[in-house]
């Protein structure tokens, strides 16, 4: 993890390991355990974003966050969309491309966006499981990545991760969201 203030790490390098392990990584995580939850038909999936994926939207250009916002976004559209803000940054083209200099931002951004694509996915070909889908951010939380200055203890950041693992049977939303402080936020 690179200092987002700090690290004098070129982006393009920051790029690159930033969106293999946070984008990349995560995503052959979700593809492999997902067929394994839809054969049980039932579920709860909490990929562990962050309040900075929205931040970082925001700061895409127009045509950008239109594509992050849609509802016919694909994966495979997404995952070209990850790759070419990587390819963009070795030759430091990202700016010009409609990019912030936000590798651990795009990450993120990246991987709410995937939720959301996942969750429908799932609520158009399995509408009958009780598979629920959802992106968080856990809040500042005092960890090797954050520092002891962040506001939150550990146990605190987890709530809303721990909420959204345990929502109960029959439950049908949240799926689908950006959730923080088990509220859905606006993306
Ligand atoms: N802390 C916050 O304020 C905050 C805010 C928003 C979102 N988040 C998100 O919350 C999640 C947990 O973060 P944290 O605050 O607990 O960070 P952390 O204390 O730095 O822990 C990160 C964990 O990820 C592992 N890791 C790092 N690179 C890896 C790689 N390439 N392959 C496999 N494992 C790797 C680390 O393993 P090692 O210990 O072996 O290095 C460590 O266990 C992250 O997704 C982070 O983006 C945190």
Not at 12 to 33: G, I, K, P, S, Y
Not at 136 to 157: F, H, I, L, N, Y
Request: charge should be neutral.
């Amino acid at each position: 993890m690179f200092d987002q203030v700090a690290d004098t790490t070129p982006v393009a390098v920051q790029a690159e390991v930033t969106l293999r392990t946070n984008f990349f990584a995560a995503r052959d995580v979700l593809t492999h355990f997902l067929s394994q939850i839809i054969f049980n038909s039932t579920g709860r999936v909490v990929n562990v974003s962050s309040f900075v994926s929205a931040c970082t939207l925001n700061k895409c250009s127009p045509v950008l966050q239109q594509r992050f916002r849609s509802d016919d976004i694909t994966e495979d559209e997404l995952v070209g969309l990850m790759q070419r803000f990587v390819d963009k940054a070795k030759k430091g083209e990202h700016k010009q491309d409609g990019w912030p200099e936000m590798p651990y931002g795009v990450s993120k951004l990246g991987l709410t966006t995937l939720s959301m694509i996942l969750a429908r996915c799932l609520s158009k070909e399995r509408p009958h499981d009780g598979i629920l889908l959802n992106a968080c951010c856990p809040g500042w939380v005092r960890t090797d990545m954050a520092g002891q200055k962040a506001a939150k203890s550990p146990d605190e950041g987890a709530v809303t991760p721990a909420y959204l693992a345990l929502l109960p049977p029959e439950t049908t939303e949240p799926h689908g969201k950006f959730v923080s402080d088990k509220k859905v936020q606006s993306w």
